[in-house]
C-alpha cells in the first residue's frame, strides 16, 4: 500500500507548473534588479552631465560667485553630492580658445538604487563637457 501511494505521488504532474515558477524566480528578481540598478546608473550620469554644462554656462558668463575654475569647481561638486559624496572635479580654462572643460569622475557604485550587482562596484566612468567663454 504505501509503495503504490509513493509511486503515485512520483508520477503526479499536478504542481508542477508551481514548483518550475518557484525555481524561475529569483532569475527574474536579479533581472530586475540589474536592470534598476543599470536604469539608475544612466539617470545619475544624465543628471551629472547636465550639473557640468550648467557650471560650465555659469562660469562662462562670469556668474556672479563663478569667476574662476575654483568657484566652477566647487558648485559642481556641491551640486554633484546627492549622487556620489566624493566626485573627482576639474575645471579647466583655456584662454587661447575662450574654451572651458570640466571633468568629472563619478563611481557607478554609488548611483545604483539597490547595489546588489557586484561587477559595477569598481566601475568609475569619466563625463566630460566643454563651454565656450561667452563676451
Request: glycine share 6%.
Amino acid at each position: 500500500m504505501m509503495v503504490k501511494s509513493m509511486m503515485r505521488f512520483a508520477r503526479d504532474e499536478r504542481g508542477s507548473a508551481t514548483i518550475e515558477s518557484l525555481l524561475w524566480f529569483p532569475l527574474f528578481v536579479y533581472l530586475l534588479v540589474l536592470i534598476t540598478d543599470v536604469s539608475f546608473i544612466f539617470y545619475g550620469k544624465a543628471q551629472a552631465l547636465r550639473i557640468i554644462q550648467d557650471g560650465n554656462r555659469a562660469y562662462s558668463i562670469r556668474y556672479p560667485g563663478v569667476t574662476s575654475e575654483a568657484q566652477a569647481e566647487a558648485i559642481i561638486r556641491a551640486n554633484l553630492l546627492p549622487y556620489d559624496p566624493d566626485p573627482e572635479v576639474d575645471t579647466t580654462y583655456f584662454p587661447a580658445t575662450g574654451l572651458i572643460e570640466t571633468t568629472v569622475r563619478l563611481n557607478a557604485e554609488e548611483l545604483m538604487a539597490i547595489g546588489t550587482v557586484p561587477f559595477f562596484g569598481d566601475f568609475e566612468f569619466e563625463l566630460v563637457a566643454q563651454h565656450f567663454q561667452e563676451q
